[in-house]
């Protein structure tokens, strides 16, 4: 079964530091592109960044809000995402993705960040 | 700062036929922007219902179906079913970065 698993979230004070990691299974991770999406609560989706597959190098691309605070890397089996300089506004459900065939399957269950003082 | 804009809401009777748009700010949307469109209910995690323009999933019930219609992607559903009361996303591709519209909320009544 093709599988994500989101972890590591959790409350964090403004200004602090936190990595998420999503856990694939039942497929070639190496050959898939990982992608980050969040949800504030009661909003919309937000797409977060991406790292490539390794025939593209595992090259990485930020949307705006976050690019320069948050790192997404990867290794043989899981995809992370290190959020640095946190602000209230980056409070959301956070979902990882797989891009195959210019489609986004499956998709995790989301592990919650809630970033307040 | 590129928009993508979806209807807000829409209201469809059960059985009837409802499109849903996803324009871009910068023109008009092509299959180059490999159009995705996402099913949400509350509570739950987003779910692929169109990839790629008009790619189904094995899931995907055959009622919907994605196209490009007058320079936006567009979601149509034939045949509303009641469980097809949802948050819809639409997301674009734009070289590298991806963009999601604000989502439709669609009611069912």
């Known amino acids: 079964e093709v599988q994500l698993v989101e972890s590591g979230g959790g409350l964090v004070q403004p200004g602090g530091s936190l990595k998420l990691s999503c856990a694939a299974s039942?497929?070639?991770?190496?050959?898939?592109?990982m992608h980050w999406v969040r949800q504030a609560s009661g909003k919309g989706l937000e797409w977060v960044g991406r790292?490539?597959?390794?025939?593209?190098?595992?090259a990485t691309a930020y949307a705006a809000s976050v690019k320069g605070r948050f790192t997404i890397s990867r290794d043989d089996s899981t995809a992370y995402l290190q959020m640095n300089g946190l602000k209230t506004e980056d409070t959301a459900l956070y979902y990882c993705?797989?891009?195959?065939?210019?489609?986004?399957?499956?998709w995790g269950q989301g592990t919650l960040v809630t970033v307040s003082s | 700062q590129t928009v993508v804009t979806q209807e807000p809401s829409l209201t469809v009777s059960p059985g009837g036929t409802v499109t849903l748009t996803c324009a871009s700010s910068?023109?008009?949307?092509?299959?180059?922007?490999?159009p995705n469109w996402f099913q949400q209910r509350p509570g739950q995690a987003p779910r692929t219902l169109i990839y790629?323009?008009?790619n189904k999933h094995s899931w995907t019930p055959a009622r919907f179906s994605g196209s490009l219609l007058g320079g936006k992607a567009a979601l149509t559903l034939s045949g509303v079913q009641p469980e097809d009361e949802a948050e819809y996303y639409c997301l674009l591709y734009y070289g590298g970065a991806w963009v999601f519209g604000g989502g439709t909320k669609l009611t069912v009544l």
């Open positions: 790629s323009t008009s």
């Open positions: 910068t023109g008009a949307v092509t299959s180059g922007y490999y």
């Open positions: 039942g497929f070639t991770f190496s050959g898939s592109a």
């Open positions: 790292i490539s597959n390794k025939a593209n190098s595992y």
């Open positions: 993705s797989r891009l195959i065939d210019w489609g986004f399957d499956p």
